[in-house]
């Protein structure tokens, strides 16, 4: 079992920036692939990001190249989502999720996720 806690929502202007964290903890041999989705009411999930543990290979969704970064501290197991020049439609519930898979080139934000947080609110008003 793997337990995900996100943390750093909140709410900003456009064109400001965010932190997001999500700590994780448990199995970690189940979680090579670390991800961030986002959901808005009405509208599907949508993926943002992912990195593979392993070597840190790292996979965006093209709404967001160039905006968000995503990174991992493996000591803190604890992987983070810089959010920056943000806009109103990068609103919405932030939630991280795991899973394992066999090789870097397989982590991106598609596939079955096992294990999710609770997620976190980010709002940026215009």
């Known amino acids: 079992q793997v337990q995900l806690v996100e943390s750093g929502g909140g709410s900003v202007q456009a064109g400001g920036s965010l932190r997001l964290s999500c700590a994780a903890s448990?199995?970690?041999?189940?979680?090579?692939?670390m991800a961030w989705f986002r959901q808005t009411p009405g509208k599907e999930r949508e993926g943002v990001a992912a990195?593979?543990?392993?070597?840190?290979?790292?996979y965006y969704a093209d709404s967001v190249k160039g905006r968000f970064t995503i990174s991992q501290d493996n000591a803190k197991d604890t992987v983070y989502l810089q959010l920056n020049s943000l806009k109103p439609e990068d609103t919405g519930m932030y939630y991280c999720?795991?899973?394992?898979?066999?090789?870097?080139?397989?982590?991106?934000?598609?596939?079955?996720?096992?294990?999710w947080g609770q997620g976190t609110q980010v709002t940026v008003s215009s």
């Open positions: 448990g199995s970690r041999y189940s979680s090579n692939c």
């Open positions: 990195i593979y543990s392993g070597g840190g290979s790292t």
């Open positions: 999720a795991a899973r394992f898979v066999l090789r870097p080139g397989r982590c991106h934000t598609g596939g079955d996720f096992n294990y």
